[in-house]
């Protein structure tokens, strides 16, 4: 593993502790547009970071197939991340549905999560469209999920079948 590798890892793993802990607090008293801008911009880092460590990671195992990726524990570490992010983004997805938050007085004044296509509605029709932000969110959750799943079914390819890997995985939480 290289200093790099390593960085990245842990990196992720910080981004998605905080996420969680970001998450328990939606729907709870002091949840806020500002905590749900936390989160938003918490889980776009964790899906980013998640994407580049895989770029990264993965050529240097599609190099390595005659070895497999046992000599590669970045992989498995990525792979039970990413799992693991999956699932925090089902949990996201769900929170968001259940317990909106009206944004538009947090936006008031900042420049928001925008989309193209309400830009143009606006200009064409010349009227303010209001995004609704809630939407946006969900819509963006489903498109990081996606993201994240092909990163996880591409580096399933290249790990062990599934019961060695319930093996290595105990041998790299002991390191």
């Known amino acids: 593993m290289t200093e790099l ?3 990245l890892i842990t990196e992720i793993n910080v981004q998605l502790a905080l996420f969680r802990d ?21 889980r776009r880092a964790c899906v980013e970071a998640t994407k580049q460590t895989s ?14 990726c046992t000599e590669q524990p970045q992989m498995v570490l990525l792979y039970f991340m990413a799992q693991l992010l999956l699932r ?24 928001g999560p925008s989309n193209f296509g309400n830009v143009i509605s606006q200009i064409l029709l010349c009227k303010q469209i209001t995004p609704d932000f809630n939407q946006e969110e969900l819509c963006s959750i489903i498109k990081d999920t996606q993201e994240i799943t092909k990163i996880v079914n591409d580096i399933q390819e290249y ?17």
């Open 22 to 42: 970001l998450l328990i607090h939606i729907g709870q008293p002091h949840d806020c547009p500002e905590l749900r801008e936390r989160v938003r911009r918490l």
């Open 88 to 111: 925090e983004l089902a949990k996201c997805h769900r929170l968001v549905q259940l317990v909106p938050m009206d944004m538009t007085s947090y936006y008031e004044n900042r420049a």
């Open 159 to 175: 790990l062990p079948q599934h019961e060695n890997l319930n093996h290595l995985a105990a041998v790299y939480t002991k390191m």
């Open 5 to 7: 590798d390593i960085q």
């Open 55 to 68: 770029q990264l990671v993965l050529p240097n195992c599609k190099k390595s197939t005659s070895e497999g």
